[in-house]
């Protein structure tokens, strides 16, 4: 089962606009990530969020945690065309920390 | 990257031989993973490790086993491979800031 559903499934925007995706999950956690992945590559981590915090920036990315709705959101500011990929959500909630995946929002940036 | 790789990077095999997959750090990372990667399904985790000749099991581990001799090296074995375990495996670890850094991925064909 996954734990967190990303909601668009795909979302196709022109370069320059903004971005929203976003992340659905069941249990609780101890903190919620954000990937990214290019066609045929690996995953590259974006930015980690707490499950105490509820809102984080990284240069144009934020991210917003409601633990009480069970969700987040990724926002992209300003797109470009480099920024054409899968994004996925992750949450941890193990003493090993493993991950649990969603199956991802496929960003397409038009130039 | 944390000096993850993979390998081998492609391998097409038969139906009922054994697979090897091998996964190496570089990192001293405490902490790694296995992953598949199929289309609809996000990644979905196989088996993980929490130290040398420390595993357990993640929600697809079934027909697939995993062992840590050495801290930087975590091989994950296909028994006897189906056509259902053709797939991308990625190995990924964990540093202690609780990022998950991915390797290049193995793209598998089971026929």
């Known amino acids: 089962s996954q734990q967190g559903e990303e909601d668009p499934q795909a979302l196709s925007i022109q370069e320059g606009e903004n971005a929203t995706m976003n992340c659905s999950y069941k249990?609780?956690?101890?903190?919620l990530q954000w990937y990214r992945q290019n066609s045929g590559r690996g995953l590259v981590h974006l930015i980690l969020i707490r499950s105490n915090e509820r809102e984080k920036h990284s240069g144009r990315l934020r991210v917003t945690l409601d633990t009480s709705k069970k969700s987040s959101s990724l926002l992209i500011t300003a797109s470009r065309a480099a920024d054409t990929a899968s994004y996925f959500c992750?949450?941890?909630?193990?003493?090993?920390?493993?991950?649990?995946f969603g199956s991802g929002t496929q960003l397409t940036v038009l130039p | 990257d944390a000096g993850i790789t993979q390998s081998p990077r492609h391998k097409v095999t038969e139906t009922g031989t054994p697979v090897t997959l091998r996964c190496h750090q570089t990192?001293?990372?405490?902490?790694m993973y296995w992953y598949r990667q199929d289309p609809g399904h996000g990644l979905r985790l196989i088996h993980y490790s929490y130290g040398v000749k420390d595993t357990d099991k993640g929600e697809v581990s079934d027909g697939y086993s995993v062992s840590r001799s050495k801290t930087e090296d975590f091989l994950l074995t296909l028994e006897s491979a189906t056509s259902s375990q053709t797939s991308v495996y990625f190995c990924?670890?964990?540093?202690?800031?609780?990022?998950?850094?991915f390797g290049p991925g193995t793209r598998l064909l089971v026929l």
């Open positions: 990924a670890t964990t540093d202690s800031q609780e990022t998950q850094y």
């Open positions: 992750a949450t941890e909630s193990g003493s090993a920390r493993q991950l649990t």
């Open positions: 990192e001293n990372h405490r902490y």
């Open positions: 249990t609780s956690i101890n903190n």
